[in-house]
């Protein structure tokens, strides 16, 4: 399975932003499929994860801002990021995991918000 992440960009405090990451490969076997962030000097943690059923959950620090979605017909993932503030500023990773137990992760794009 491969990711390629696109969206990332550098907007003011307040602005959105959608990330989208897109599958290939053996794309039928991906269970859930979710995002990460790293910050400078941070470790990464979880944003959102989105299960192969729908079933979604999010950092408190995101909930209410973002939204995972996912469409499965074109293997691809999204998060639409609202009311970003400098906090969020950080690499963005996909990453996904399969029905055997494999994890994939993508190159990253990167979130740069002003303030």
């Known amino acids: 399975v491969q990711l390629v992440e696109s969206g990332g960009d550098l907007v003011q405090a307040g602005g959105s932003l959608r990330l989208s990451c897109v599958a290939s490969?053996?794309?039928?076997?991906?269970?859930?499929m979710a995002w990460y962030r790293q910050a400078p000097g941070k470790q990464r943690e979880l944003v959102a994860r989105?299960?192969?059923?729908?079933?979604?959950n999010y950092a408190d620090s995101v909930k209410g801002r973002f939204t995972i979605s996912r469409d499965n017909a074109k293997n691809t993932v999204y998060l639409q990021m609202n009311r970003l503030e400098p906090e969020d500023t950080a690499h963005y990773y996909c990453?996904?995991?399969?029905?055997?137990?494999?994890?994939?992760w993508g190159q990253g794009t990167l979130v740069t918000v002003s303030s």
């Open positions: 990453n996904a995991g399969t029905t055997n137990y494999y994890y994939y």
């Open positions: 989105i299960s192969s059923g729908g079933s979604t």
């Open positions: 490969g053996s794309t039928f076997s991906i269970d859930y």
